[in-house]
């Protein structure tokens, strides 16, 4: 591998606990709109099932109004309750000392709801506006728009996340990556 110049972040699961808030506020939706209230666990698997597939997980539970359940979902104040995941903070300090540039790519639809995040969690000093690049579908076009805008190649850039999909979307826009495994993940181990 080729010395790394450019290093992206995914931030729920990542560097932000924001899985209850999440849970929580998907479980009101199903309440309201859907059929069955998953547990954690299928909660998870769903997720790790559908990927960003958002269609597809909200009907897993009955819910037929995927535009509804969505704009539910972003307007929620519960998704904006997070919490800095131990030591995430340590590390962007470390790299941002060996002068590293960041970027943060997230499947949020509102870029407004990440700044409001990385602010709560305290980790907004890391990442400048023009480094978060937000997509409700896919990060291959973040990844890639990232580097491009860095003017770094991709084998010397590299995609840290929690995720199947994060994994996958690094491999798409030709970046190596890194998966951690948490208690705050997402998806199941």
Excluded at 14 to 34: A, Q
Excluded at 71 to 95: C, F, G, Q, W
Excluded at 118 to 128: A, M, P
Aim: proline share 4%; charged share 25%; with cysteine.
């Amino acid at each position: 591998m080729e010395k790394i110049e450019l290093i992206g972040f995914d931030l729920d699961g990542t560097l932000v606990d924001s899985f209850s808030g999440s849970y929580i506020t998907d479980c009101n939706i199903i309440s309201k709109i859907g059929k069955t209230i998953p547990s954690i666990q299928d909660y998870k698997i769903a997720l790790a099932e559908c990927g960003t597939n958002w269609e597809q997980f909200f009907d897993k539970f009955g819910v037929k109004d995927y535009e509804t359940a969505l704009n539910m979902y972003h307007d929620s104040p519960h998704t904006l309750d997070v919490r800095t995941i131990p030591r995430a903070k340590e590390t962007l300090e470390e790299i941002s000392s060996k002068n590293i540039p960041l970027f943060l790519s997230s499947i949020n639809s509102k870029k407004e709801n990440v700044l409001i995040k990385l602010r709560h969690s305290g980790l907004q000093e890391y990442f400048k506006d023009n480094s978060i690049f937000v997509d409700p579908k896919t990060k291959v076009r973040s990844i890639t728009e990232a580097y491009e805008q860095a003017g770094i190649e991709p084998s010397k850039t590299i995609f840290i996340g929690d995720t199947v999909v994060d994994i996958r979307d690094s491999k798409e826009a030709g970046v190596s990556s890194v998966a951690v495994s948490n208690d705050y993940s997402f998806h199941p181990r």
